[in-house]
């Protein structure tokens, strides 16, 4: 007996040393912390990408979140520039959208109701009585299978099936998510569908790139857009396109996303700050700019490419201090800064605006462009 128990505890011992042995990635993320199985039986982990130059990027296959960026500052130092957990029990038990692939629709869809060729639907409500972001079991709660092809490229699949979320038609979506040696993050979703339905994809990553992740307000925004699409109370599109011209909606130019946020303007009451779609001056042409966040702390530059029609600016206006990310940074509001390219909300319910519609034959796809670099 006495044998036994010598053997047992030396068998732990070695389990015990070679997990506290484990190699923690740049941002200091644990792989071991990002492995689960869920209910469904499928598996989630941690994946790293790094490119020629160290920039690491940690992706986990639960939502298809981005958990951390890593990119050198002006100084050389490394910065952790996006909002995150640790672990993968803090991305299932507090309910965020932090680096999340969205779907099937982001955004938001008017009540939850749309009708095409015909067919009334009506999706869950989850967000003033509206849909958002594909519902509560969006993609961003949902397992995907992922398989890593090299160092800098992560492929993500997901197959939603005919009426999840009551949405219509199975849908095949595929997300490649590739690290460039020039330090960028290059996004391209793709998905086929078996029925006519609706398909807008994007990334929800939540930036800052102080690197702290404290508050949004001295970063330098620029935003490609002469008009952007107001909304009401509930944070619904009205229909109007109107001019961002001698407004506080005006970031044509590099301005600091705290100098004009509190303004006594009715949409940013109504948004609570910005959280609003702007109507791109670059057309879908993905080889140009169309918006820009800086750092004046860091010198770090995110610039932003898409071959979408419109990029959703939201400033973490929800954010409220009761969640811990990771290395125990309190999120409080405005911590952030999220980057969605994508059609406009409500375009189900908008004919007039660019169609998110899919039908069989046909392939959605979809591209943002994530690109890093300093300003000294």
């Known amino acids: 007996m006495k044998k036994i128990f010598i053997y047992t505890l030396f068998a732990l011992l070695v389990v015990g040393c070679k997990d506290s042995q484990e190699k923690p990635t740049e941002s200091g993320l644990l792989g071991s912390n990002f492995h689960s199985i869920r209910e469904n039986g499928k598996e989630t982990n941690l994946y790293v990408l790094r490119n020629a130059n160290n920039m690491e990027v940690c992706v986990t296959n639960f939502g298809g979140r981005i958990v951390s960026i890593m990119v050198p500052d002006k ?21 965020t959208d932090f680096g999340a692939t969205i779907g099937r629709y982001a955004n938001r869809i008017n009540k939850g109701k749309f009708s095409l060729d015909g067919q009334d639907y009506q999706l869950p409500t989850n967000n003033y009585g509206h849909c958002l972001h594909g519902g509560p079991k969006g993609y961003q709660y949902q397992v995907f299978d992922a398989k890593q092809n090299g160092p800098q490229e992560l492929v993500l699949t997901y197959f939603s099936k005919d009426g999840e979320e009551n949405f219509p038609g199975n849908l095949h979506c595929k997300v490649v998510m590739t690290l460039t040696d020039d330090n960028a993050i290059d996004i391209r979703y793709e998905a086929e569908t078996d029925k006519p339905t609706i398909v807008n994809m994007t990334n929800h990553s939540y930036f800052n790139l102080d690197g702290d992740a404290r508050s949004n307000s001295e970063h330098l925004l620029t935003v ?57 001056n670059t057309k879908g042409d993905v080889t140009q700019v169309c918006a820009s966040l800086e750092s004046p702390k860091t010198g770090i530059v995110l610039d932003v490419y898409t071959n979408e029609p419109g990029i959703q600016v939201y400033a973490g206006n929800f954010l409220d201090g009761t969640l811990k990310g990771k290395k125990g940074i309190t999120y409080n509001k405005r911590a952030s800064v999220c980057l969605e390219t994508q059609k406009y909300p409500d375009t189900p319910n908008k004919p007039e605006w660019p169609s998110a519609v899919l039908r069989p034959g046909e392939k959605y796809m979809s591209q943002c462009i994530f690109k890093f670099s300093v300003r000294r």
């Open 75 to 95: 100084d050389g130092k490394m910065q952790d520039v996006v909002l995150g957990f640790d672990c993968i029990e803090d991305y299932i038990n507090k309910p």
């Open 224 to 280: 490609k857009a002469d008009d952007y699409t107001p909304v009401d109370e509930t944070f619904m599109t009205t229909g109007e396109v109107v001019p961002v011209e001698n407004t506080p909606m005006d970031f044509r130019r590099a301005t600091l996303v705290g100098e004009r946020i509190d303004e006594a303007f009715t949409q940013l009451r109504n948004g609570g700050g910005y959280d609003h779609n702007w109507v791109l």
